[in-house]
């Protein structure tokens, strides 16, 4: 809450601006068009209107924001309104937020930005990750990434979009600094439209960043894995056991040098599952690394 506004890096108030789905059009001019009703105001017309036959409509409220959460794709009349229902009940039992997002499905290729704001060089955009988003069967989920290198080439079609939304989160929300990141669909013709901003980190950050240090202090390209899950079988494990096991694979100098090892991405000692960030030179080389490190850290 505002409370805590001297002593984070961004006010309640731009945490709340930026990482709101209702507030997308105001931050970009290249917005998914949308439409905004108080949720105990919606009707059929609203579904028929926005929903030609064959294309889903994207249901958001604005409580939630987490993988999906808050996100109901519905494609007939019928699921529309056995949603609206869930959505009501429980916006009554928990007094949240009326407003609700109708999204018209867009055709593209599904794809993410992040950068790096900085409010004392706000000319100077610093893009971490360029990459295509892979969503899960229920159409929604996140369901992991793609990094691609971050080049004048592969930023041109995404571009401006970037720079408006630098320029409006700048302009309506002083002082914003540190990651924003963005989902977008790339249409068929090339144009770019917007969706889902925030000033926050997502999963793929700390690979981005990892990829990053690894090819500017080696000199040579790299491939990041980003959060898969290892089961230790060993409810209880601290994860000082699991970086001795690791060895010199947990090392940055080692990883810096040969662009083989582990770096921590979570830890859960009471189910002892750990998820890494494995860094290998090409995304060939995974499955024989993860099979040589599962060898060394997870005991038969």
Not at 3 to 16: E, F, I, L, M, Q
Not at 259 to 270: A, D, T
């Amino acid at each position: 809450g505002p409370g805590a506004d001297d002593c984070t890096a961004n006010s309640h108030r731009n945490k709340v601006l930026v990482n709101s789905k209702q507030m997308v059009p105001r931050l970009s001019s290249f917005a998914a068009p949308e439409r905004h009703r108080d949720m105990f105001e919606v009707r059929d017309e609203d579904f028929t209107e926005l929903c030609p036959p064959g294309r889903l409509l994207y249901v958001k409220t604005c409580n939630t924001e987490n993988a999906g959460e808050g996100v109901y794709p519905v494609g007939s009349l019928e699921d529309f309104r056995a949603t609206l229902e869930g959505i009501r009940d429980k916006t009554l039992r928990y007094d949240l937020s009326r407003t609700l997002v109708l999204q018209p499905q867009v055709v593209g290729k599904n794809k993410s930005f992040q950068i790096f704001l900085d409010p004392d060089q706000p000319d100077r955009v610093q893009v971490v990750a360029l990459t295509d988003q892979l969503i899960g069967d229920d159409g929604k989920k996140y369901a992991g990434s793609v990094n691609h290198v971050v080049t004048a080439e592969n930023l041109e079609p995404v571009g401006d979009a970037v720079l408006d939304l630098v320029d409006r989160t700048l302009e309506q929300c002083p002082g914003s600094f540190g990651f924003i990141m963005c989902d977008y669909f790339e249409q068929q013709d090339g144009s770019v439209v917007i969706f889902d901003p925030g000033l926050r980190p997502s999963s793929n950050t700390g690979a981005a960043m990892v990829k990053l240090w690894v090819e500017e202090v080696s000199g040579q390209e790299a491939a990041v894995a980003n959060s898969p899950w290892f089961d230790f079988r060993e409810p209880g494990i601290r994860y000082e056991e699991i970086a001795r096991r690791l060895g010199d694979l947990g090392e940055p100098g080692h990883i810096a040098s040969t662009r083989f090892g582990v770096l921590p991405r979570g830890h859960n000692p009471i189910q002892g599952k750990t998820r890494f960030i494995i860094i290998t030179p090409t995304q060939a080389d995974y499955a024989d690394f993860r099979a040589e490190l599962e060898g060394r850290i997870i005991l038969r």
